[in-house]
């Protein structure tokens, strides 16, 4: 069973900060995924990431792709409140039309 | 938005009786998912179809069942509900001609008594 564990579990900072989550397996992955979700909402995707040691962003977001693709990571700057969410990251491998979740990371920046 | 509903979006039940959750999609993708979310644990997959009549097991099926007799429509079966299955469930499909990228549902919070 491939699982994939994140870290922190749980995060709470102040607007204006810098955080990264982190995404670790023992399994290699083809595919790295990192999805946000609301309270009381479904995942929503925020971006893929498919070779090793690329490198993603998405405005303050940047998405890391392990060289080995055994592990990504999410670093958000300058955190806003609307950031606040459960971070949630998902491999994939080619051909088996799954994703494998990761356990989360639940990100609360306050004002 | 890809179009996914899910109905009912809340449920309270008691132990031993059977539910049924329903997944309906409108635009015919193919692979269409359940999975179940608890804290700590992230997603988890349950079954997870790749067309009409055609199903597969994911990581934590024990206890539940799945049929599609339809493209749109894809339903989750608990014979016999446990508390142990009180959870929320996220129905998603896959889009093909966005990457592969899976859509999910706003779920339905079950509570097993």
């Known amino acids: 069973t491939q699982l994939l564990e994140q870290s922190p579990q749980f995060l709470s900072i102040q607007e204006g900060e810098n955080l990264t989550v982190y995404c670790n397996s023992s399994s290699v992955f083809s595919s790295l995924q990192w999805y946000r979700q609301e309270p009381g909402e479904g995942p929503v995707l925020l971006v893929t990431v498919v070779t090793g040691g690329e490198v993603k962003k998405l405005k303050r977001l940047t998405f890391q792709f392990g060289d080995a693709r055994k592990d990504s990571s999410l670093h958000i700057t300058a955190a806003q409140p609307g950031d606040t969410g459960l971070y949630l990251c998902?491999?994939?491998?080619?051909?088996?039309?799954?994703?494998?979740f990761g356990t989360g990371t639940r990100l609360l920046v306050s004002p | 938005d890809a179009g996914i509903t899910q109905s009912p979006r809340h449920k309270v039940t008691e132990t031993g009786t059977p539910v049924t959750l329903r997944c309906h999609q409108t635009e015919n993708h193919r692979y269409m998912y359940w999975y179940r979310q608890d804290p700590g644990h992230g997603l988890r997959l349950i079954h997870y179809s790749y067309g009409v009549k055609d199903t597969d097991k994911g990581e934590v099926s024990d206890g539940y069942s799945v049929s599609r007799s339809k493209t749109e429509d894809f339903l989750l079966t608990l014979e016999s509900a446990t508390s142990s299955q009180t959870s929320v469930y996220f129905c998603a499909i896959k889009d093909s001609g966005r990457g592969d990228t899976q859509y999910f549902g706003p779920g339905t919070r079950l509570t097993v008594l």
């Open positions: 998902a491999g994939e491998n080619t051909g088996f039309q799954k994703l494998v």
